[in-house]
């Protein structure tokens, strides 16, 4: 049970159990945008972080029309001291909720042709950096003894894929490290929940040039998520359900070759885009 109810409004007793401030990585487009505004309608203040200002401006214009106070921080997460900006950041807030939503795939290569350092970049968004953070601020959490950390995954998580398989792996390791933390941090009070997406309309999908016909809603899968934050450790959006259960079959050579096929002949390429 979450003890969060939908309604038209959006989730209710979200703030008493996550507030009164919400951290959201990742929080200038798309489901990002999205979480941010769901979060400004229910009451609380919000920390934006992103690469590109203008954009994270005009999510923070969004929330401050909901009579919510905002930060932004235009940063490059994949910069060494990107944690140590956050943490400093929200050093004089009472945080409550950490939303880590960055992490969509930004290299595609066979891997023995790999550009390592482009490797270990789709790492440390998706792994090093959230890592980083929820040791941080998730022990600020657990101090306090109440509060929620959500973190963003993938259906590319639950198999492998040829090109972009450090991403799926990413996802997948990120999918199992936050399972860990459910149990560890759902002792002291603090909610922890991996949600997964399925193809999702989001700008990054847009300028990656993805036929993005039937693609989740930005909104939806927010509102899912922040739903979902007190029934851990893993939410799949429902219109992927069905996806992760195949995925999650034995017959891993079936699957996941199976798999690599379907996603050819779909997309009339040689690989398969990330999903
Ligand atoms: N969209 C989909 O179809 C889909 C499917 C499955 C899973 N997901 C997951 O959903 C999450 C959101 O994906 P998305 O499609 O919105 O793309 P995304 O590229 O992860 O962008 C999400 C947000 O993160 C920020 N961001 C990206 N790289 C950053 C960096 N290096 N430093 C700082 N901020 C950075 C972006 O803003 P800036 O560009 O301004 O930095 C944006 O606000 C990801 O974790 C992704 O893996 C998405």
């Known amino acids: 049970m979450t003890g969060l109810e939908r309604s038209g409004e959006g989730v209710t007793g979200l703030l008493e159990r996550y507030g009164p401030w919400a951290l959201v990585v990742g929080g200038s487009e798309g489901v990002g945008a999205a979480f941010a505004d769901q979060l400004a309608r229910a009451g609380f203040g919000v920390v934006l972080v992103a690469r590109k200002p203008e954009a994270l401006e ?5 929330v401050r029309a909901h009579g919510a106070p905002c930060r932004v921080l235009a940063l490059d997460l994949l910069d060494a001291d990107a944690t140590a900006r ?24 066979r891997f023995v042709e790999a550009d390592l350092a482009r490797v270990q970049a789709v790492i440390d968004l ?18 306090r003894g109440r509060g929620g950390i959500l973190v ?42 991996h949600l997964v997406l399925g193809l999702t309309a989001t700008p990054a999908m847009e300028r990656a040039g993805l036929d ?10 927010a509102a899912q998520g922040l739903a979902a934050l007190g029934a851990g450790p893993v939410h799949v959006v429902r219109q992927q359900a069905e996806v992760v259960a ?30």
């Open 58 to 62: 005009e999510v923070a214009e969004r």
């Open 86 to 109: 956050i943490v400093e950041a929200v050093a004089d807030l009472d945080l409550g909720l950490l939303v880590l939503n960055a992490g969509a795939n930004t290299y595609r290569s």
């Open 126 to 143: 998706n792994v090093t950096r959230p890592l980083e953070l929820c040791r941080e601020l998730g022990a600020r959490l657990a101090a």
């Open 152 to 193: 963003v995954g993938s259906t590319a998580g639950y198999l492998g894929h040829a090109d972009i398989g450090i991403y799926a792996a990413a996802k997948a390791f990120a999918r199992i490290f936050t399972e860990g933390l459910w149990l560890e941090l759902g002792q002291v009070g603090v909610d922890v929940l």
């Open 212 to 221: 993005l016909t039937g693609a989740a809603d930005p909104a939806d899968v």
């Open 246 to 275: 195949r995925r999650s079959a034995l017959d891993r050579a079936v699957l996941v070759a199976g798999n690599y096929s379907g996603m050819r002949a779909m997309l009339g390429r040689p690989s398969p885009d990330p999903d």
